[in-house]
């Protein structure tokens, strides 16, 4: 693990070439080719494996594969055990049924015995869209980041998920990685690294800094192009682990700005706001403003239209900073 | 109306359960999203419930002597709007704007947006046990309301139906009547590859309910299934219906694909044409 990295204005902020891609089809690549070199790693499903996209390593890898139907609960139990085994299970469904429905087999199992097991999500946050509200999962980053010994992390793009998958596996403990399903615009450079526990500094401003994860980490860089047209300089951190929390780029950000602002596709109780929250008030307060989903439950609509209606956009942030300078 | 069906055909039904089936077709193709298989295959079973066996007022939804009706596979909700919209609880118009933002319809029934939805539904397995609850809260305190509860047969996976299976068996709770769409399907494949189900008669037996086994397409069979189960005393009823995902559209029969596709518009004339 590394130093918080910086790169410079010009940098690589629109990495050239790299298409948009759902974080969950990065997730479904990058375990296949771990399937490849890994034989200790098992994958577990609850009848969504096309839709978590775990279904190409099922078909690669079938010995390895085991799809549990439609009881979360028992996934969790039975990756558990496989860990117990000296296998590294990675169990995934829907994100609202993964850390929901599971949550109890996931404190008691997984996280109080601090077992090997990597709990992948698909479909977290609102732009899962016409399901609606029982599909949408806001909370999932507070369930988990409540647990002790829980990581928890929300990549930006197709690039960093890759690298996330291959970076779990080689750490030993409990893992919740919180994936999309809509495409995500690629927005970290093509030299990034991931790094557990490190945040990436695109630019450190000196009236805001806005601290994002997973697609609001576009709409963070876009906001800040926004603003700098009006003179205004906002700098941007992607926070990827949201536990544990880089405190060292919050504080940088902190103290180079009298303004930090959130962003994440989730509740602004118990997420990434909150977690920004939690450290500053204590080692140095400085106003925060939450941009994320204001103690309310999803709805149906085009993945789009709700980002808007809930505010998840770059003017979204653009009108939070404005009002709160 | 309070028993909409005391006294009609099973020849109705049959039309009525055609218009039900159009219905949920037109309005998925217009969402351009949704649950076409898991809607059409229980489309007979929630005719007859609405149309036939359940007391209810679709002028009066919140009536207190009203039969309850809980979706627990909440992603069939096309087929509760349409039954809903059919039975007169809301404009037919309102069908047009499932999914759609701000919508009534919401992907998943929600009630709190849409009269005739008694419960939110959508993370299956969850709605057997609140239909206990309700028939429990009714036998204390009610008129002799019924609750009818309709289950998939992938659902049946969740531990949670097993639980509310045994509570209802050990509270004698007369008054549920629960169906299982037994289409032997569900999203990634057959149950029976997926994750083994069957012997679902034998397992409901076992756990101590009454258990009807039909055909869940013909009218006459659940017909006299709901009023068996209507008869039934001292133990909870479970009809355990069997069907076709996708019934009604020769090209959607029998086909994981289509759980949670909807007809295109091409799909949707030849799906019209078959339902005339
Ligand atoms: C708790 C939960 N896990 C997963 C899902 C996703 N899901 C929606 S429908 C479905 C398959 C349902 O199969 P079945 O019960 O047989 O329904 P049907 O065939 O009647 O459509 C799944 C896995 C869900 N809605 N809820
Ligand atoms: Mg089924």
């Known amino acids: 693990m590394g130093d918080t990295r910086q790169k410079t204005e010009a940098g690589n902020r629109e990495p050239g070439g790299r298409q948009a891609v759902a974080t969950r089809d990065a997730y479904g690549a990058a375990l296949f080719e771990l399937g490849k070199r890994r034989e200790d790693v098992v994958v577990l499903d609850a009848d969504l494996s096309g839709s978590t996209k775990t279904a190409k390593f099922a078909k690669a890898f079938p010995g390895r594969f085991f799809n549990m139907g439609i009881s979360e609960q028992d996934m969790i139990g039975t990756a558990g055990g496989l860990s117990l085994a000296g296998k590294v299970p990675f169990a995934s469904t829907f994100a609202i049924f993964e850390t929901g429905r599971a949550w109890e087999q996931i404190r008691q199992t997984v996280c109080y015995s601090g077992l090997n097991v990597k709990l992948v999500a698909t479909h977290g946050g609102i732009t899962v869209g016409e399901d609606g509200a029982s599909h949408q999962s806001i909370v999932d980053v507070a369930l988990m980041r409540a647990l002790p010994g829980m990581t928890v992390i929300v990549p930006a793009d197709g690039m960093e998920t890759e690298q996330v998958i291959i970076a779990i596996v080689d750490y030993n403990g409990p893992v919740y990685v919180r994936l999309g399903r809509m495409k995500a615009p690629a927005v970290m450079p093509d030299d990034y690294k991931f790094d557990m526990g490190k945040a990436y500094l695109f630019h450190l401003g000196k009236d805001a800094n806005i601290i994002a994860c997973g697609i609001m980490v576009s709409s963070a860089l876009e906001a800040r192009k926004m603003l700098a047209s009006e003179g205004l300089d906002v700098g941007v951190i992607n926070m990827p682990t949201v536990k544990p929390l880089d405190a060292e780029a919050v504080l940088k950000a902190a103290r180079s700005s009298r303004l930090v602002v959130t962003a994440e596709e989730h509740s602004i109780i118990g997420g990434l706001g909150s977690a920004v929250c939690e450290l500053l008030s204590e080692e140095h307060p400085v106003k925060v403003k939450r941009v994320g989903v204001k103690d309310k439950f999803g709805k149906s609509g085009k993945p789009g239209e709700l980002l808007e209606a809930y505010g998840l956009t770059a003017k979204g942030i653009v009108d939070t900073i404005k009002t709160s300078l | 109306m309070s028993r909409p069906g005391a006294a009609i055909s099973t020849d109705s039904l049959r039309q009525r359960a055609k218009e039900v089936r159009r219905e949920i077709i037109k309005m998925l193709t217009e969402a351009g999203s949704g649950h076409t298989g898991g ?39 096309p087929l509760l709007y349409a039954v809903l919209a059919l039975s007169g609880y809301f404009d037919k118009d309102v069908l047009k704007t499932l ?11 929600s009630s709190k947006t849409l009269k005739g ?8 397995g969850q709605g057997l046990s609140i239909a206990n609850g309700i028939a429990l809260g009714l036998r204390m305190s009610g008129t002799g309301q019924r609750v009818y509860c309709l289950l998939g047969d992938g659902e049946l996976q969740e531990g949670q139906v097993w639980e509310a299976a045994m509570t209802a068996a050990h509270y004698g709770i007369d008054n549920l009547c629960a169906i299982v769409d037994n289409n032997g399907l569900q999203i990634d494949g057959f149950c029976c590859d997926v994750m083994k189900i069957e012997p679902i008669t034998e397992k409901w037996k076992a756990f101590g309910w009454h258990v009807i086994d039909i055909d869940g397409h013909d009218m006459d069979q659940i017909v006299s299934a709901l009023d068996e189960a209507e008869g039934i005393k001292g133990k909870p009823s479970m009809i355990v219906a069997r069907t076709v995902k996708g019934k009604g559209v020769s090209f959607f029969e029998g086909k994981a694909e289509y759980h949670g596709v909807a007809p295109s518009k091409e799909e949707r004339e030849k799906a019209l044409k078959e339902l005339e």
Do not use: C, N
Request: hydrophobic fraction near 35%.
């Open chain 2, 117 to 124: 939805v008694e419960i939110s539904t959508g993370s299956l």
């Open chain 2, 99 to 109: 999914r759609r933002i701000d919508s009534p319809l919401q992907g998943h029934p």
């Open chain 2, 39 to 77: 809607s059409l295959s229980a489309a007979d079973l929630v005719t007859a419930l609405f149309f036939y066996k359940m007391r209810h007022r679709p002028e009066d939804p919140d009536w207190r002597e009203r039969d309850r009706f809980i979706l627990s596979k909440g992603h069939a909700a």
